[in-house]
């Protein structure tokens, strides 16, 4: 599967920490190679074409149209701060 990142997930994720960026490239390269993304741990079906990655308490927007699919945002970021 081709995956794509939007540029205001990629703007949020380089504020999370080492381990929890580490943990999303898992699940990143693992998509790459399925077809369906149930295949991969943490990624759980929302409505058709839909899907969530939980990562850690975090929650990620995975949209699938055939064999492209494109991470959006983050649906809750735990490690996003009011200031």
Do not use: A
């Not at 991969?40 to 899907?51: E, F, H």
């Amino acid at each position: 599967m081709e995956i794509m990142l939007e540029e205001r997930f990629i703007e949020e994720l380089v504020f999370c920490p080492k381990g929890f960026q580490q943990d999303f490239r898992k699940i990143y390269q693992q998509l790459k190679t399925v077809d369906n993304p149930l295949e991969v741990k943490g990624i759980r079906k929302y409505k058709s074409g839909r899907y969530k990655i939980y990562i850690w308490k975090s929650r990620i927007s995975l949209k699938v149209n055939g064999y492209q699919g494109y991470i959006g945002m983050f649906l809750y970021n735990e490690f996003y701060t009011h200031e």
